[in-house]
């Protein structure tokens, strides 16, 4: 048996696999970390790549090692590694970082390749069964799935994607339909962006931006006075489960933009390498080459394939397995639906949650790399 079993391998799991092993001194071999891909960061690194992001938005002392300075510290850099006044680091070297430091604890001795179908309590510890049959045993468990397997769909997208794989889809789903302009990208947020500039340089001129809002200018997806007790202190006074739901709500800048990108935005705009629409798409036709898009403004645009960057679902309970867990072990979740867990993440005695399953508690920067040092932090001395 395990001492901890980690449900998720990504940039939250893996935080808090590396807290365990350096903080708590916890041998590799009492941890189990089960994930869907073969290595730690996978998919992290699927999806970065894929719209070919080159800065983090967040600051460099946001990584997944204990030492807030270890990534500005890691090795010599060029003059490229970090942008701007918060130092925001380079993806290729967040990523190294990322991989060394999981590579000291040697996480690979702990990796599971599988997916998680069922789990329950027995007197001792959590029976934790896996796609392939095979159950493992662990006294803790760490629920750290994140929310990057459901993703989102304006209503009007639900039809046309499920009778026209072939020319639409999901900027983030496993295999995207072939890209054959002109293109149509739906979503006005930081995905889309990263997606224009990249489309822009290989068809350029062929591109629209489809977006219900003007671009919104912020440095980060919430204030930063959010990591501290600057807006902390008042969240965590709050007993209304309902009023933290709320703060949460109007506390994170939602499709917003750092201002460096928004400028990449406007001069490719003036270069004619894309078309920006503020507009809804209210119905969509197939022509003879692609698809007619109509609007509420009336405008109309042809386009052979429509590319969605509209990010993941807001809710993460929608998970069979968890939704059975949930019942079995009646556990408290608020009206929200999400999980009401003690300060130390736990939701009942040996099971604990990171990631946006514990923001109620750890407030809006729960989803983000600062919240999974937090989480990481909270767990460890926990456990």
């Given amino acids: 048996m395990f001492e901890c079993v980690i449900a998720g391998g990504g940039i939250h ?7 365990l092993v350096k903080k708590k001194k916890m041998p590799i071999d009492q941890l189990c970390i089960i994930d869907p891909h073969p290595e730690p960061l996978a998919k992290w690194k699927m999806l970065t ?33 970090f942008y701007g006044y918060y130092k925001r680091p380079a993806l290729s070297l967040f990523n190294d970082h990322s991989e060394s430091v999981l590579d000291e604890i040697e996480i690979r001795k702990a990796w599971k390749q599988g997916s998680v179908q069922n789990v329950r309590r027995n007197d001792f510890a959590w029976e934790v069964q896996l796609d392939s049959g095979q ?63 990249k489309l822009s340089k290989k068809f350029k001129g062929e591109i629209y931006q489809i977006s219900r809002h003007p671009y ?52 490719l705009q003036k270069e ?32 052979q394939t429509v590319l969605f960057a509209t990010g993941f ?25 999400f999980p009401v ?14 990631g946006p399953l514990a923001e109620l508690e750890i407030g809006p920067s729960a989803r983000n790399i600062s919240g999974a040092r937090k989480a990481a932090e909270r767990i460890t001395e926990s456990i």
């Fill in 341 to 354: 867990v003690s300060e130390s993440l736990e939701w009942c005695e040996h099971l604990f949650v990171s």
């Fill in 135 to 197: 159950t493992i045993n662990g006294k803790n468990l760490i629920i750290a799935t994140g929310m990057n397997e459901t993703l989102s769909y304006p209503d009007w997208a639900q039809e046309l994607v499920k009778e026209n794989p072939e020319q639409a889809g999901h900027v983030f789903q496993n295999n995207i339909p072939p890209l054959k302009p002109p293109i149509a990208v739906i979503g006005g947020g930081i995905s889309s962006a990263h997606l224009i500039v």
């Fill in 272 to 303: 004619q390498a894309f078309t920006f629409i503020q507009d809804e798409v209210l119905t969509w036709h197939k022509s003879s080459s692609g698809f007619r898009l109509k609007f509420n403004k009336k405008k109309e645009i042809n386009v």
């Fill in 13 to 19: 799991g893996c935080t808090v696999a590396n807290y």
């Fill in 49 to 81: 790549q894929r719209i070919e992001m080159p800065y983090l938005r967040s600051p460099s002392v946001h990584h997944l090692d204990l030492n807030p300075f270890s990534l500005q510290s890691f090795k010599e850099k060029d003059n490229n590694s």
């Fill in 313 to 337: 679902s807001s809710n993460p309970m929608k998970v069979e397995w968890m939704k059975n867990l949930i019942q079995q072990e009646n556990l408290t979740c608020a009206h929200c639906g």
């Fill in 216 to 267: 919104r200018v912020h440095d980060f997806d919430s204030d930063p006075g959010w990591l501290g007790p600057k807006y902390m202190n008042a969240y965590q006074k709050l007993t209304s489960l309902i009023e933290r739901r709320e703060a949460i709500q109007n506390a994170r800048h939602k499709g917003s933009l750092p201002r460096e990108l928004v400028n990449r935005l406007k001069w």
